[in-house]
């Protein structure tokens, strides 16, 4: 069965620092990967997808997360956080022959001004 | 404007009253499918449905049940709720999964059962 690890449960971050978030799954086969973000007290909404292609995908509000095969990871990144990206931050994987969308157990991330 | 409507937003219910949390999309979606978040635990996938008339239990399928009578609609019953079941719940909705298309997902209803 596939999983989604998420390293980090909680982060907290000054504003203008960088962040990294790790993502690893186990899934032999074709995997489309996201990342989710779900403010508070809102619903998840999709910050960049990867399916195929530059394994270096951009995504909204600066974000971007690098696809490394050999390490079955998907890190999510932001070079410079602002404190609007506080928030949960979901990292979810789709194996190619499946239907479902499995997510890891989230990072709440938390920006101090 | 595209979007996956639930309803209620909000309900709290007693042990072992039936009911129904609705869900809607209007982007023609094949895929639809329910999640449970719970703190430290994520999503967890409850059912979901490859079309009308087609559904499969995902990972935490007990004391649910779904249906898809319609394109447009797919709504999550509770028979018997429980405690248990207190949890916040997404529907979520995609073109299809399969063809490379992320999922979009309702506001979420928090349930409360008491």
């Known amino acids: 069965a596939q999983s989604v690890s998420q390293h980090n449960h909680h982060v907290i971050l000054s504003e203008a620092a960088s962040l990294e978030l790790g993502c690893n799954y186990s899934?032999?086969?074709?995997?489309?990967l996201f990342w989710y973000v779900q403010y508070p007290g809102q619903h998840l909404q999709l910050l960049l997808k990867?399916?195929?292609?530059?394994?270096l995908v951009k995504g909204i509000k600066g974000f971007e997360a690098e696809f490394i095969k050999s390490k079955f990871s998907f890190n999510l990144r932001k070079p410079s956080v602002q404190w609007s990206d506080t928030a949960e931050y979901f990292c979810?994987?789709?194996?190619?022959?499946?239907?479902?969308?499995?997510f890891g157990k989230g990072t709440s991330l938390l920006v101090t001004p | 404007e595209a979007q996956v409507t639930q309803n209620p937003r909000y309900l709290i219910t007693v042990t072992g009253k039936k009911l129904t949390v609705t869900c809607s999309q209007n982007?023609?979606?094949?895929?639809m499918s329910w999640y449970r978040q719970d703190p430290g635990l994520g999503l967890r996938q409850i059912y979901y449905?490859?079309?009308?008339?087609?559904?499969d239990k995902g990972d935490v399928p007990e004391g649910y049940k779904v249906s898809r009578k319609e394109k447009r609609n797919f709504p999550l019953i509770l028979e018997s709720p429980s405690p248990n079941q207190t949890s916040l719940y997404f529907c979520?909705?995609?073109?299809?999964?399969?063809?490379?298309?992320?999922?979009?997902f309702g506001q979420g209803t928090r349930l409360t059962v008491v």
């Open positions: 990867y399916f195929s292609g530059d394994p």
């Open positions: 979810a994987v789709n194996g190619n022959s499946g239907y479902a969308l499995n």
């Open positions: 449905s490859m079309n009308v008339e087609v559904t």
């Open positions: 899934y032999g086969g074709t995997v489309n």
């Open positions: 979520a909705s995609s073109s299809n999964l399969r063809r490379y298309t992320e999922a979009f």
């Open positions: 982007m023609n979606h094949e895929y």
